[in-house]
């Protein structure tokens, strides 16, 4: 792991907790605070500002008390509790979330890599019901034929509804069992039913192949803790008996994971320049990656290769490959997931998922809600051009773009499967590399 990674995951985990109960000091009186606005002293300004202002807490406490005695049935006081708590969280954007403690284990488990379930990324939408960003390649989910963009509105029979923490949470479960969920997928009329078989998920986030002689082919299906190692040895390998002309980066229907990932790939194929920064408003999660010297490739051409369901890492692999002039970008634009989400654990082993700042890649654009445009743009193989279902531009409550000019609605790109993406990659790359390439040869009449 880089250094400067590991110092800023510390800073993260060091932000302040918030105090308990008991421990939270006096808001004080409208006086107090207004007596503070009017200060000379900056701290002074800046503890005022902090405050809670008394008439929201009283409104809150008015609201918890009428529940309490003047709703139909009885509400536990710690569950009326910790629905005020993932309230405040609701509202925020669709990444940012409250996980109970057995939630938050399962998301540190997938970043490692296994885990029981249906081997899917999801998206929860306000309506409680669950979006498909991308399935994971090979596992149950994409074998069954899911797709990014279907949207999940019942599991087991059981309709999804809005307020519940995790609509997610009945698809996991033991290796064997089966997990039934309705889908509704644009262009099918009426929902239908798909039976999931669950299994030990896990994916294998890098495989490689030689396409032709001399030219590579990498897939990376999400980051996770060893995708950067497993890169490494799959580009070790395949440049085994002489030096790549040139490579495929396939990073189509790649959901994205831990960020650390995609900056250390990105620095074994760059020699120099930014990888990615990221801002947020606390000072703490400002953060800059640069690349070091070496790189794998020595300077041989590349193609990255995504889709619609590219999102948050590897955006910003692309990004960071596409700005230094390292990689052409062959695809469609991609999801546009540019923000940050910090995991911050809670004294009761619950953790809140934040999202806390924004990627910039290293020109200084934001990806989010605008995602990576490529250089040449595919489109898939005898479908109609429409625009995926899904991309973070039409999230409900998403981030908006930097300067709010976010093209709502018609930024979404295409989701691309099967092989001809990859041939027409390959053709761009061989263009790069000097091979001429002969027009494909027209069907006899």
């Known amino acids: 792991m880089r250094p400067q990674f590991l110092s800023f995951l510390i ?4 932000l302040p907790r918030p105090l308990p109960a008991q421990e939270a000091p006096a808001t004080g009186t409208v006086q107090d605070d207004e007596a503070q606005q009017t200060s000379d002293d900056p701290d002074a300004v ?33 569950q009326l509790m910790s629905s005020a708590v993932r309230g405040l969280l609701f509202d925020l954007d669709p990444h940012s979330a409250y996980l109970e403690k057995a939630d938050a284990e399962q998301f540190e488990e997938q970043t490692r890599g296994s885990y029981d379930g249906v081997g899917i990324e999801l998206q929860q939408l306000p309506d409680g ?16 034929g899911l797709r990014s963009g279907d949207r999940i509105v019942a599991i087991d029979g059981r ?20 997990v039934v969920v309705r889908v509704v997928r644009e262009g099918v009329r009426e929902p239908f039913e798909v039976t999931l078989v669950r299994d ?25 803790a060893g995708t950067a190692a497993d890169f490494v040895k799959q580009l070790d390998a ?26 250390q790939i990105a620095d074994e194929l760059l020699d120099k320049g930014g990888i990615v920064s990221t801002r947020g408003r606390a000072s703490i999660g400002d953060s800059r990656f640069d690349a070091t010297p070496g790189d794998r490739l020595q300077g041989a051409p590349m193609v ?18 596409h700005d230094n002039h390292r990689a052409r970008v062959v695809g469609s634009r991609t999801f546009g997931k540019g923000s940050v989400q910090s995991l911050l654990p809670l004294d009761n082993g619950d953790s809140i998922k934040l999202t806390t700042a924004r990627y910039y890649t290293p020109s200084g654009h934001s990806i989010q809600a605008r995602g990576i445009e490529p250089d040449v743009v595919l489109h898939p193989e005898g479908a109609q051009r429409r625009p995926a279902p899904v991309s973070e531009a039409v999230l409900p409550g998403h981030l908006a773009a930097e ?30 590399a000097g091979v001429v390439v002969a027009p494909p040869a027209k069907a006899s009449k």
């Open 11 to 14: 800073a993260i985990a060091l």
């Open 46 to 78: 800046k503890a005022g500002a902090a405050k809670v202002p008394l008439e929201e807490i009283r409104r809150y406490v008015t609201v918890f008390n009428a529940i309490r005695q003047a709703y139909v049935d009885p509400v536990d006081d710690h």
């Open 129 to 144: 019901t669950l979006r498909v960003i991308a399935p994971i390649d090979d596992s149950p989910a994409a074998r069954a």
């Open 159 to 178: 309709g999804l509804m809005r307020g519940q923490s995790d609509a997610s949470a009945p698809l996991r479960g033991k290796a064997g069992s089966k």
């Open 200 to 224: 030990t998920i896990r994916a294998t986030s890098v495989r490689g192949r030689m396409l032709e002689p001399g030219f590579g082919y990498i897939r990376i299906a999400s980051f996770q």
């Open 238 to 263: 395949l440049q085994q008996g002489a030096p790549l002309r040139g490579l495929v980066l396939d990073l189509r229907s790649n959901p994205g994971g831990l960020l650390v990932g995609a900056v």
């Open 304 to 321: 990255v290769l995504v889709d619609a369901g590219s999102a948050s890492a590897a955006e910003v692999l692309a990004g960071a490959l």
């Open 403 to 432: 300067d709010g000019a976010a093209m709502e609605g018609d930024n979404a790109g295409e989701v691309l499967p099967g092989t001809k993406p990859i041939d027409a990659a390959l053709a761009e790359l061989k263009r790069l």
